[in-house]
């Protein structure tokens, strides 16, 4: 079997890693293969498509129901017009009376509802005086003081926690250094800066407010958040390109340290089970072998062992950050290790077609926690620049590929009979491992006795089950023998029954009926002769 044909598999072609809409951006199977910017543009498109439909069908409905109430008022309307407006009439006529009655009995509590009413205007007033006081000189702190200045990190957090009061948010560590960075770095930019804070405030007041929006629509504000800071920074406040794209790191950290708790892993999606969903896909797949990958990995190798460890690492370490950006980076890491470790191994650089086929043994090796989550929160918070373009957006894509191509992945994927994959997938049998005798006189010894351990354990559970087998078969033939044996016992007792007869009676002498026995001669005594 030739090497492509070992790939055809999992082979992915690079323009498939493309924007399907052709606009040379990199797509993203969650976003059904366009980039962020076709794939908004598609879902605007599709929602004011379902909109406009459902208003069409509420119009239908609600002229549906004017015509049938109409037709059924005018077959009706003739004979209760004359009733109707007695009833009016009559109605009209008992409330004037009953508010009569009322005012003679009310005037001396309306007369102390209006003094109360005078006392509440006069400290409403007095009120309305001490805030317009207060709003002057919070304005005039505002215009000579810079916004970054005006409230600590704490205070940003409680005023965030006052529209949902029943959300107890604690300031952590790292929020108060994220805060204090991001702070700093505003001040480089002056006058920007302070525009850049006040919007990012805005922008997290909006968002403690749309807590019950789907995390679909909050991933919708957050790109269109970061799309219209990145036009002012551009447009309005002229930064040159490669501060654009800092200024828009240091955002995405401090908005999305914020939001992180509640926007990750959300209760509202599903994300969680498809996490655990692709964990047990993983572990069931524990047999696969670099082989049957055609991985251009050599372990056996310690810079590469090195550096495969390091790549399952960093994808592990994937789920203890908190910014979008900071995930992407040690997708980015692993990615460049495995281009480390198959450079290494081959002695030349490495292609596209050794990269996924790696980076899938990876994922399978290491099995990441809350993979999907990781996955979905990276496409829905990220700044869509990242993923669209860059180093960052190629790994990320490939990840993706990878992690589909794990959830589909089947026997011909692998090259294999369909029998085979069924025996691994159950557990019924594993695939052979590597003879020791197989490898290069500089391997460790350590790995060498490894695999002789491991090829002993395999050889005693083949005995084992060997013996458990040849046990049962005995069982099976003992408890055949003993079933046999008690048939044919019962066979010859059947046919040849046991009779139990009488008992004889008992027999007399011999000689006691023979009268002639006492003229019997005596018997002869034995005679001894001398000689």
């Known amino acids: 079997m030739n090497l492509k044909s070992e790939r055809r598999g999992i082979h992915v072609d690079q323009s498939e890693l493309l924007c399907k809409k052709g606009c040379g951006y990199y797509g993203n199977p969650a976003w059904q293969g366009f980039c962020s910017k076709c794939w908004r543009e598609e879902y605007h498109k599709a929602r004011q498509k379902q909109i406009q439909e459902d208003w069409e069908l509420a119009e239908r409905l609600q002229r549906e129901e004017e015509e049938a109430y109409a037709s059924s008022q005018s077959t009706q309307g003739a004979q209760s017009l004359t009733f109707s407006k007695f009833e009016e009439k009559k109605t009209n006529e008992k409330t004037r009376k009953v508010t009569t009655v009322k005012k003679f009995f009310t005037a001396s509590s309306r007369t102390g509802a209006k003094k109360v009413a005078q006392e509440k205007i006069v400290k409403q007033g007095q009120l309305g005086r001490e805030r317009n006081a207060d709003n002057i000189l919070r304005d005039l702190k505002e215009i000579f003081t810079p916004s970054w200045e005006l409230a600590s990190p704490t205070e940003e957090i409680q005023e965030a926690k006052a529209p949902s009061p029943s959300i107890n948010r604690q ?6 250094r994220v805060s204090k960075e991001f702070i700093e770095f505003l001040k480089t930019y002056h006058k920007p800066g302070q525009d850049i804070y006040k919007q990012c405030k805005l922008f997290l007041d909006t968002m403690n407010h749309k807590r019950d929006l789907s995390i679909e629509e909050q991933s919708e504000c957050a790109q269109d958040f970061y799309q219209n800071v990145a036009e002012k920074l551009q447009t309005r406040w002229k930064v040159p390109p490669e501060k654009v794209e800092k200024a828009m790191d240091q955002i995405e ?7 992180y708790k509640y926007v990750f ?12 969903a692709v964990q047990k896909r993983i572990r069931a797949l524990h047999w696969v072998t670099p082989q049957m990958l055609c991985v251009p990995v050599n372990e056996e190798i310690p810079e590469v062992s090195d550096m495969v460890v390091k790549a399952i690492t960093d994808i592990i370490e994937m789920d203890s950050k908190r910014v979008p950006r900071d995930k992407l980076a040690c997708i980015t890491k692993c990615s460049k290790h495995i281009f480390n470790a198959i450079k290494i191994t081959k002695n030349e650089p490495a292609s596209a077609d050794d990269f996924l086929p790696t980076l899938i043994y990876i994922v399978l090796k290491g099995n990441p926690p809350r993979l999907q989550s990781n996955i979905q929160y990276i496409t829905r ?10 180093e960052d957006g190629y790994y990320f894509t490939n990840l993706c590929c990878a992690v589909a191509f794990i959830e589909k992945l089947d026997a011909q994927s692998l090259n294999l009979s369909q029998e085979d994959f069924d025996r691994f997938m159950t557990g019924q049998t594993s695939p052979k491992k590597q003879e020791p005798d197989s490898f290069s006189p500089d391997v460790c010894l350590g790995v060498k006795q490894m695999y002789k351990n491991l090829d002993l354990l395999s050889q005693l559970n083949e005995r084992q089950e060997r013996i458990v087998n040849e046990a049962k078969k005995l069982e099976k033939d003992l408890i055949d023998w003993t079933d046999g044996i008690t048939k044919e016992v ?8 046991l009779e139990i007869k009488p008992k004889n009676q008992a027999l007399a002498a011999i000689d006691s009926e023979n009268v002639e026995n006492d003229k019997l001669p005596p018997p002869l005594q034995p005679q001894v002769y001398a000689g």
């Open 253 to 259: 950290k401090y908005i999305m340290t914020r939001q």
């Open 171 to 176: 300031a952590s560590i790292e929020t108060d």
């Open 381 to 390: 918070f990220c700044n869509p620049s990242r993923l669209m373009t860059g």
């Open 265 to 276: 892993c959300p209760e509202t999606t599903d994300d969680e089970k498809k996490d655990l």
């Open 490 to 497: 019962q066979d010859i007792v059947e046919k040849y029954p």
